[in-house]
Antibody, heavy 121, light 111 residues
Framework: EVQLLESGGGLVQPGGSLRLPCAAS????????MSWVRQAPGKGLEWVAT????????FYADSVKGRFTISRDNSKNTLYLQMNSLRAEDTAVYYC??????????????WGQGTPVTVSS | QSVLTQPPSVSGAPGQRVTISCTGS?????????VHWYQQLPGTAPKLLIY???NRPSGVPDRFSGSKSGTSASLAITGLQAEDEADYYC???????????FGGGTKLTVL
């Protein structure tokens, strides 16, 4: 059974940093691209970042480029999102999502339960 | 404003059929990129409902179906049930923006 478990969310001040891990199980982690998708309170889904299965390809939404870094440790079956220079508009539930190919997600067939991030002073 | 446009809300009585539209452009749906649909029940994570325009993952009832034509796609739900009340999102890829894009979401109310 595929399981994705995010953690690391919480309250952080504007300009602060946070690192979100996502522990994966139930599939060959290194064989699939992984992504982060967020959902602001009462809003829709927004793609944030994607990393290829090998980790050598990364893609970012313009809204987070230069501030967020997606990475993965295939030996630990864990995906990460390092978030720096956080802004109020980054407040959202952050979901870890599995793609269906090693280099390109195409779509997201499994999602974690999400971890909430609140940026506020 | 989302790249893919969905109606904010739709509604129907139990047993009826409803459709949810997803309108894109020549840089996403019209460029040949497939459309996928997700169901988000209240307070839960999104769940894949339809992939590759019209394919259902294992476990998704055949009451749910997808279609695509030109720069638009649609999700149809037949035999509406109370448990179908949720938010529905379409998703594709935009080659001009080089991003994965979602529709703004449609809230389905079962009357």
């Amino acid at each position: 059974e595929v399981q994705l478990l995010e953690s690391g969310g919480g309250l952080v001040q504007p300009g602060g940093s946070l690192r979100l891990p996502c522990a994966a199980s139930g599939f060959t982690f290194s064989s699939y691209a992984m992504s982060w998708v967020r959902q602001a309170p009462g809003k829709g889904l927004e793609w944030v970042a994607t990393i290829s299965g090998s980790g050598d390809g990364t893609f970012y939404a313009d809204s987070v480029k230069g501030r967020f870094t997606i990475s993965r440790d295939n030996s630990k079956n864990t995906l990460y999102l390092q978030m720096n220079s956080l802004r109020a508009e980054d407040t959202a539930v952050y979901y870890c999502a599995k793609g269906v190919d090693s280099s390109w997600p195409y779509y997201f067939d499994y999602w974690g339960q999400g971890t909430p991030v609140t940026v506020s002073s | 404003q989302s790249v893919l446009t969905q109606p904010p809300s739709v509604s129907g009585a139990p047993g009826q059929r409803v459709t949810i539209s997803c309108t894109g452009s020549s840089s996403n749906i019209g460029a040949g990129h497939e459309v996928h649909w997700y169901q988000q029940l209240p307070g839960t994570a999104p769940k894949l409902l339809i992939y590759g325009n019209n394919n259902r993952p294992s476990g998704v009832p055949d009451r749910f179906s997808g279609s695509k034509s030109g720069t638009s796609a649609s999700l149809a739900i037949t035999g509406l049930q109370a448990e179908d009340e949720a938010d529905y999102y379409c998703q594709s890829y935009d080659i001009s923006l080089s991003v994965w894009v979602f529709g703004g979401g449609t809230k389905l109310t079962v009357l």
